[in-house]
T-cell receptor, first 114, second 115 residues
Framework: GESVGLHLPTLSVQEGDNSIINCAYS??????FIWYKQESGKGPQFIID?????DKRQGQRVTVLLNKTVKHLSLQIAATQPGDSAVYFC?????????????FGDGTTLTVKP | NAGVTQTPKFQVLKTGQSMTLQCAQD?????MYWYRQDPGMGLRLIYY???????DKGEVPNGYNVSRLNKREFSLRLESAAPSQTSVYFC??????????????FGAGSRLTVL
């Protein structure tokens, strides 16, 4: 079968390396997925989103991959920098709804070593 | 623009005391939410308001009440605080039913300790 990345609560990488953060979602009806970054002492902030009609979406240094077959998404950060150190959450929701209720994953703490 | 503003940032209560967390957004968003975040865990939805005049329970509503005062303001009330309500509370808002509408904009959080 296809290999799916495990969700890890913590991830430590060297500055300049690429980071991959994994997330499994639970609701088959979810069709919109969002990654948030939470820095220490702050609220989560939007990074990138993807709808279920796409497999991949790229932003600046970040890429999100979606595998609907196994209900898995990943966030890839290229050339990780110290400023990327934070907790990263994936969230699943339904796009066409009048209230964006989101269900959040447990989060992955990314530490970037200089 | 300030975005989402929460007050207070920190609060210590004794068991049984009551308090209200205030939240206001200046982005003309339709929907507002209250989440709690406990150590090592993700965010859990307490209550939400899809639009002015409506409120609904989320995943963990017990022990809380909310008021959507107007389109800008959404308050969370603890009537009789318990130690299990020690947490960081986040208010958030989102725009509506179009592209990006379900992206949440969060406040900075309110850290509540109940002794």
């Amino acid at each position: 079968g296809e290999s799916v990345g495990l969700h890890l609560p913590t991830l430590s990488v060297q500055e300049g390396d690429n980071s991959i953060i994994n997330c499994a979602y639970s609701n088959s009806a979810s069709d919109y997925f969002i990654w948030y970054k939470q820095e220490s002492g702050k609220g989560p902030q939007f990074i990138i989103d993807i709808r279920s009609n796409m497999d991949k979406r790229q932003g600046q240094r970040v890429t999100v991959l979606l595998n609907k077959t196994v209900k898995h998404l990943s966030l890839q950060i290229a050339a990780t920098q110290p400023g990327d150190s934070a907790v990263y959450f994936c969230a699943e929701t339904i796009f066409w709804t009048n209230a964006g209720k989101s269900t959040f994953g447990d989060g992955t703490t990314l530490t970037v070593k200089p | 623009n300030a975005g989402v503003t929460q007050t207070p940032k920190f609060q210590v209560l004794k068991t049984g005391q009551s308090m209200t967390l205030q939240c206001a957004q200046d982005m003309n968003h339709n929907s507002m939410y209250w989440y709690r975040q406990d150590p090592g865990m993700g965010l859990r939805l307490i209550y939400y308001s899809a639009s002015e005049g409506t409120t609904d329970k989320g995943e963990v509503p017990n022990g809380y009440n909310v008021s959507r005062l107007n389109k800008r303001e959404f308050s969370l009330r603890l009537e009789s605080a318990a130690p299990s309500q020690t947490s960081v509370y986040f208010c958030a808002s989102s725009g509506g039913t179009y592209s990006g509408a379900n992206v949440l904009t969060f406040g900075a959080g309110s850290r509540l300790t109940v002794l």
